[in-house]
């Protein structure tokens, strides 16, 4: 699902409420911040509702310096914050996006049949080499889904405040690169398995990721792509 808005966000706005409800209803919704930046106040809506985890993008450390895109560690195009809006009272009210920030620069990702998205070809003819935020937020969305293997009690919430306060800090602006890069291993750490967790076929529903080490998992997780 691809959503955004050509002015700033505001939590008050239908798309950005749409999504807030989502949560509260227990849905994690994980936003692609957008492709605005460097710009102050450019993440649209529904990245600017306050409950879902928005996600900006961030380099490869081959690239950083090196890339004119990755001049610091989060790429230039990816949209900033902080939300500006004026509440129900009139009174205006500031808080900070993104979230949190994951790599999006030159991903090499699946394509799909008859796509009409341009990139150059890599690994193989089915995968292609894109960058943006909505490359950022798929990491976010497997990262959650691994970690509610391991809790699948976690609400979306306690999921957000696990993922921002395990993150890396970048020691940059909130406003750019939020809580800092996302640390799954941080993350794993942190999450108490339940004693009923669940088991197919003989292994647990939790299994750390590794390369030789693999548990496809389904969880209720929603992500938002801006394109």
Known sequence: L????????????????????????????????????PSASTIGNPGAARNVITVGAYCKSQDQGVDARC??????????????????????????????????????AAKSNGTVIKGTDCLDANHILLSGTSMASPHIAGAIALIKQGNPNLTPLEIKQLITSTAQNLNLDKNIAGAGLLNLESAMAQVVIPSTSVRISGLPLYYIYSPKNKLESYSKVLTIFIF
Request: proline content about 5%; glycine content about 10%; charged content about 15%.
């Open 71 to 108: 001049a610091i560690p989060v790429v230039n195009f990816s949209s900033r914050g902080p939300i500006v809006f004026k509440n129900s009272s009139g009174i205006a009210e500031t808080y900070s996006k993104p979230d949190i920030v994951a790599y999006g620069h030159k991903i090499c």
């Open 2 to 37: 691809s959503l955004g808005s050509a002015v700033s966000g505001s939590p008050d706005d239908i798309v950005s409420i749409a999504a807030d409800s989502a949560v509260e209803n227990g849905v994690i919704v994980v936003v692609a911040s957008g492709n605005s930046g």
